[in-house]
């Protein structure tokens, strides 16, 4: 091989790429968000009313991509672990904010920690300047409001099936 000929890896598409390291997150990380109802879309929406992002259900659904109805069943089982709680937004009494608790900040924190430590594990083949800027790319697309997780997913993260009670 050349030095001009891309590697293997480099060649693989963007798809395959994101999934392999997409599984090992998830794997890596299905522990450290075990404290959290739902997982990593509790964590999530857990993450969002810590920093005061949660100012709807309906944009926590679109910005997730998380069906309302498995939305609503999510906020219920956060709200009875006493992690978050629903508040009459003052500005629109039809809306209503998900806050954190002080046990959902306390949570958010020690999971918060373990995900640092899973996020460095999964990024350590990369030196720090990598990681760093593989970081900033990713919160640069993951930022993108002209494509909804929805649309990306084909509508498939929007649609699946609430929870079995």
Not at 120 to 137: G, I, Y
Request: proline share 5%.
């Amino acid at each position: 091989m050349t030095t001009t000929e891309p590697s293997a890896a480099v060649r693989r598409d963007l798809g395959s790429a994101l999934g392999v390291v997409l599984r090992q997150w998830l794997k890596a990380s299905s522990e450290a968000s075990a404290g959290v109802p739902g997982a990593h879309r509790g964590w999530q929406v857990l993450d969002a009313a810590v920093r005061g992002e949660a100012t709807s259900q309906t944009a926590l659904g679109q910005r997730f991509g998380i069906d309302r109805t498995v939305l609503t069943y999510l906020l219920d089982d956060l709200e009875r672990a006493g992690l978050v709680t629903r508040q009459p937004d003052p500005d629109d009494r039809r809306n209503r904010r998900i806050v954190a608790t002080p046990l959902g900040v306390e949570r958010h924190r020690g999971v918060g920690e373990a995900l640092a430590d899973v996020d460095a594990k999964v990024l350590s083949p990369l030196d720090a300047e990598e990681a760093a800027r593989l970081r900033q790319l990713l919160d640069r697309l993951a930022g993108d409001s002209t494509v909804t997780a929805c649309e990306v997913a084909q509508d498939l993260a929007c649609t699946e099936e609430p929870p079995r009670r």
